[in-house]
């Protein structure tokens, strides 16, 4: 008897990238880190997604941790804007990987300079 395969779920990811020709991430930055909520029936499913996206997009992802889905965050207390659980939906809604928040990482020296153009 074949097994059930469970519905779709949005997972929360934390993805580290490391830096790549035509990364798209600022000229100083080390590397950058991405908030993703991606979509698929367990979470390893929603992480090889997610690192095959990016790879498609010449980025290059180092690492990536799994803070659950929606129900599971709000078990353990995450608080979770409205702005979050609307892309979650989104997510959900097109089966897809959305980008919620990128963070590029920069060494002390780096950091400064282009906080200093944000400044300008």
Do not use: W
């Not at 990238?17 to 367990?42: E, H, T």
């Amino acid at each position: 008897m074949p097994s059930k395969k469970s519905a779709p779920d949005v997972f929360t990811l934390l993805v580290e990238l490391g830096r790549k020709s035509g990364d798209g991430l600022p000229k100083n930055a080390i590397g950058a880190g991405l908030l993703c909520f991606a979509s698929g029936r367990d979470e390893a499913e929603a992480v090889r997604e997610t690192v095959a996206i990016l790879k498609q997009a010449d980025m290059a992802p180092l690492d990536v941790t799994g803070y659950g889905t929606l129900s599971e965050r709000e078990q353990m207390g995450h608080e979770i804007s409205d702005e979050e659980r609307a892309l979650m939906q989104q997510a959900m809604d097109e089966n897809s990987v959305i980008v919620a928040q990128m963070t590029p990482f920069f060494a002390a020296k780096e950091r400064d300079a282009f906080l200093a153009e944000d400044d300008a």
